[in-house]
């Protein structure tokens, strides 16, 4: 299969990476990480140890694939829209954290592109892209240009991004399967897609503004602060009509949190490096939506506050 990965940061390199071992790839990214997989290739190392050659580009317009892996920060992904919708997929799939797929779906509908209608037959003729929603857990760092270390083996969950089943999921799924990807092709993606909401509002801020690995929210004294955070997420969710229970989002943040112990969240990461985060696709969707049903949600308002206070004062936003 032709895959794009657009996106080439550290978890975009690690999946896309890993799907080159049997796949068309290509990376869409910054230098000098591009440069370097041109010219070496891709090391991969810790829980996996692989090196392969995927093409590389810092340029993601007018491109064509089976299917377009997007993995960019969540603030950039009108951005990625825009250069997806001069190339031609058969499937676009968000691996990114936030809502994101709203945005892809406004932007590469066939309204927006000038195109015909869909056509679910799988041909990457079609000028509309079947839009999917996939989580992940991997866990991923790019130590420095060319190489990236995977901090933990987890799992790809791809669906249909309104539910459901559809052919184009298989077929992503297939393809992630035969290059060794643990990965599940799920039909509950809306509900999927919440709880990852969940994970990261309970996660990122938390260990971000007190800087601390992810084990420390299992039973340290910020644990309550994320599962509340996630409660109120649920909360959220349920209003928007998606069903996730309170308790299942809190189980799902410790669960999460005690299985990525030693690793550092990405936003605790984007801090640490003074670059901007994803607060407003996080917790900070998490208020939107709220604002939207009535529901107060204080513990992610103030995460919010606090985060965007950090990126304000640095001239981040």
């Excluded at 071992?21 to 290509?26: A, E, I, L, P, R």
């Excluded at 968000?94 to 892809?104: A, C, K, P, R, V």
């Excluded at 299942?248 to 943040?253: E, G, K």
């Amino acid at each position: 299969m032709e895959i794009l990965v657009f996106g080439a940061g550290s978890l975009g390199s690690l999946v896309g990476g890993l799907l080159a071992q049997v796949h068309d790839v290509t990376l869409v990214g910054r230098d000098p990480h591009v440069t370097a997989v041109r010219e070496e290739g891709l090391s991969i190392t810790g829980a996996v140890d692989v090196h392969t050659d995927p093409d590389a580009t810092t340029t993601g317009t007018e491109l064509r694939a089976d299917l377009a892996v997007v993995t960019v920060k969540a603030y950039d992904t009108g951005v990625a829209a825009e250069a997806l919708a001069t190339g031609t997929y058969g499937a676009v799939c968000s691996l990114q954290n936030g809502l994101t797929e709203e945005i892809l779906v406004a932007r590469l509908s066939a309204g927006e592109r000038g195109g015909d209608d869909e056509d679910d037959s799988g041909d990457v003729e079609s000028h509309t892209p079947k839009i999917l929603s996939g989580t992940a857990t991997y866990g991923a760092r790019l130590r420095e240009p060319g190489h990236v270390e995977c901090t933990g083996v987890g799992t790809i969950a791809i669906g249909a991004y309104g539910g459901g089943s559809d052919p184009w999921a298989d077929r992503a799924g297939e393809a992630f399967d035969a290059a060794g990807i643990e990965t599940q092709v799920a039909t509950d993606m809306p509900r999927r897609r919440w709880e990852k909401l969940a994970i990261n509002a309970g996660i990122n801020a938390p260990t971000a503004l007190a800087r601390v690995k992810n084990g420390e929210l299992v039973d340290g004294p910020a644990s309550d602060l994320s599962r509340e955070a996630a409660r109120e997420t649920a909360r959220v969710a349920h209003a928007e009509g998606v069903s996730l229970s309170e308790s299942a989002a809190a189980a799902a943040v410790e669960g999460v949190a005690d299985a990525t112990a030693a690793n550092h969240s990405s936003m605790r990461q984007d801090i640490k490096r003074g670059n901007r985060t994803e607060i407003d696709a996080i917790n900070g969707v998490v208020c939107d939506r709220a604002s939207t049903h009535g529901i107060d949600v204080p513990v992610n308002r103030t995460l919010t506050g606090l985060v965007r206070a950090w990126e304000t004062e640095r001239d981040l936003r």
